[in-house]
């Protein structure tokens, strides 16, 4: 599912742009409620909340929402206020990330915190998730509010996990895959789940999109914990090697201090505790990620995942719609290539 693949194969390599175009119309209808719902009588709110949500992110959540409403002929409009509410999630979930990172940049771009502090940062993303609560409180289906603040209570729970096992050199794969299945996945899965909910449509549908979003969602933090050792800040939006100097154990590092020497299990444990993070260090990081093939192996871990989510769409109708979503996780994995 590579882009060199398809290259080979004479495609294209694989984008998103199906997908935009797909619900265009629908992501108008959106931005206008999140326009609408940033506004506040206190100027910082929105310039602060304005900076991320128009700062170049591909809107990839609420744009799920909207593509399973295609897939299920969905012709209504509750939607748009949810895939708003989604976003809104998204967007305070990144505000309070980079406050506790400590990241200067988002998207290319320097973050919220950098720019208006801390403090101003972690308020306007209590904000954002106080109006995503008014959009599903007006929705007025209990089962979509379930479905959306449950993930949100996981969301939160994965950032303190991960706070937690923050230097641990000692973290396993399977505490990682449980982080990651709760501060990216989570949101990916009740982001689809939530349109089979409004088409009133039967609970195995219902959790067949549930269960493409998680694997999506899965596949994409993969993809990002790979390309972070081994692309720039004009690609990712962000410094490369972020994870390494903050002392993050990825699925890359535990790949690679699992099957290292001695002398490359010390190396790793100086740098998860924060006493090999110089630009030297972080060159013979990315060394030995190759060496022991823990890149590789991470994006064939993303693939696996991406070939989930798709099978997750197997009993759904041919169309323009299914199309869009199987593209997107192929978009999703390509990303490293």
């Known amino acids: 599912m590579s882009a060199s693949i398809h290259r080979l194969a004479g495609r294209p390599a694989p984008s998103l742009d199906p997908m935009i175009a797909l619900v265009a ?36 959540r609420p744009m799920l929402t909207l593509a399973s409403a295609k897939l299920l002929d969905y012709t209504g409009n509750r939607h748009h206020r949810l895939a708003a509410a989604v976003e809104f999630i998204h967007t305070a979930t990144l505000l309070h990330d980079d406050v506790v990172d400590g990241s200067d940049l988002r998207r290319g771009k320097r973050t919220a915190n950098i720019i208006w502090g801390n ?13 995503s609560f008014e959009l599903m409180v007006e ?24 706070l937690t096992a923050v230097r641990r050199v000692d973290l396993g794969e399977d505490r990682y895959l ?28 219902e959790m067949a999109l549930d269960s493409y979003g998680r694997n999506l969602g899965i596949a ?70 190759r060496d022991t093939r823990a890149i590789d192996d991470t994006l064939a871990r993303a693939r696996h995942y991406g070939q989930r989510a798709i099978d997750a769409l197997g009993g759904f109708p041919a169309g323009k719609a299914k199309d869009a979503l199987v593209e997107a996780v192929e978009f999703a994995v390509a990303r490293a290539y």
């Open 220 to 289: 994409f933090q993969l993809v990002d914990d790979a390309i972070d050792y081994v692309s720039d800040a004009g690609t990712m939006g962000k410094d490369t090697g972020d994870d390494f100097r903050e002392g993050k154990m990825t699925l890359p590092l535990i790949l690679a201090y699992a099957r290292g020497s001695a002398d490359d299990r010390t190396f790793w444990k100086d740098a998860v505790e924060g006493r090999r993070d110089g630009d030297d260090d972080l060159a013979h990081a990315v060394r030995l990620l």
């Open 139 to 162: 929705d007025g289906s209990l089962k979509v509010l379930k479905i959306l603040s449950s993930a949100s209570a996981v969301i939160a729970e994965g950032e303190v996990n991960q």
């Open 25 to 60: 119309d629908d992501m108008n209808a959106v931005n206008a409620v999140i326009l609408s719902r940033m506004h506040s009588q206190i100027p910082l709110i929105p310039e602060l909340a304005g900076h991320l949500i128009a700062g170049g992110g591909k809107r990839m």
């Open 178 to 205: 449980d982080i990651i299945g709760a501060k990216t996945a989570a949101l990916f899965a009740a982001a689809c789940r939530i349109a089979a909910v409004v088409a009133e449509r039967p609970e195995a549908e």
């Open 119 to 131: 403090p101003a940062s972690v308020l306007v993303g209590d904000f954002l998730f106080s109006r």
